[in-house]
């Protein structure tokens, strides 16, 4: 099997320091905890930012800010997200892919996201494809509901994104599609011969997912953005041990953990 990569995803756009105290939101805040998993076997770093009342944004200046704040801690891959908030314009979502990052998320497709809908029309989704390939950057396809993975397909027959392509399967989300084994075999068994994956399980189905992508050779998110619990009624102290626990994991298993210059090779970055 590859070596396993690890994303921490550590603050996300919904949760809030009330519902978990060790929230990081300022750019010091999220580069401190980004190295944290990073001394702890993450490879990749999912981000979000937050404006200086704890808001979500996608401003340019913030998403510099903390990829340069990153960058000056560890060689962590940074992969900023370009779904942003529910609310947030197509837009603004885009404006992280300015940055030049090695990687950064391409939502594929329409879903519903618990009270609201988080919408990607077609003609959005080429345009972050045409954009991430015009600078370069690797596209992670963020995988809501089946079709997402058909939708992607297309984008290569257009010539948009290049194989072989990377996925993220986010299963769990309210009103999307469920977390079990099936939907997550059900996944996998649709994309193309040698692509990669990861799967990102929501909240209590977090742990049970990632011990199965572990088993099945993919690959591993996990982060405060996700889950904010260690176990049932005990918060997590922090992102950190959330991929602690993966590692740990893997290693009992006898899978090895991949660095950030092995998960470069693995995604073909």
Not at 21 to 30: A, C, F, R, V
Request: hydrophobic letters at 40%; one cysteine or more; glycine letters at 8%.
């Amino acid at each position: 099997m590859e070596k396993l990569i690890i994303t921490a995803a550590v603050t996300g756009a919904e949760i809030t320091k009330e519902i978990q105290p060790s929230l990081p939101i300022t750019p010091d805040e999220i580069a401190n905890a980004v190295y944290e998993c990073y001394l702890s076997g993450a490879s990749i770093a999912h981000v979000h930012a937050r404006d200086d009342e704890g808001n979500p944004t996608q401003a340019y200046d913030v998403y510099k800010e903390i990829k340069e704040k990153i960058e000056e801690k560890c060689n962590i891959i940074v992969q900023p997200s370009t779904g942003g908030a529910v609310w947030h314009t197509p837009e603004e979502r885009l404006q992280p892919v300015e940055l030049k990052p090695e990687m950064a998320t391409l939502s594929c497709g329409t879903c519903n996201f618990g009270e609201d809908i988080f919408v990607n029309k077609e003609e959005a989704i080429n345009k972050f494809a045409k954009r991430m390939q015009e600078l370069g950057v690797k596209p992670e396809i963020e995988v809501f509901e089946r079709g997402m993975i058909e939708n992607a397909k297309k984008l290569v027959k257009k010539g948009l994104i290049e194989t072989p392509l990377h996925f993220d399967f986010v299963l769990g989300v309210p009103g999307a599609c469920p977390a079990t084994v099936d939907d997550l075999l059900f996944m996998v068994n649709a994309i193309p011969e040698g692509s990669t994956w990861t799967v990102a399980g929501i909240g209590r189905h977090e742990l049970p997912l990632a011990v199965m992508a572990i088993i099945m050779g993919g690959h591993v998110r996990v982060g405060f953005e996700d889950n904010i619990f260690y176990k049932r009624g005990e918060m997590a102290k922090s992102n950190a041990q959330l991929v602690d626990r993966i590692v740990r994991i893997a290693k009992e298993m006898g899978r090895e953990v991949a660095t950030p210059n092995e998960a470069r090779k693995i995604l073909n970055i």
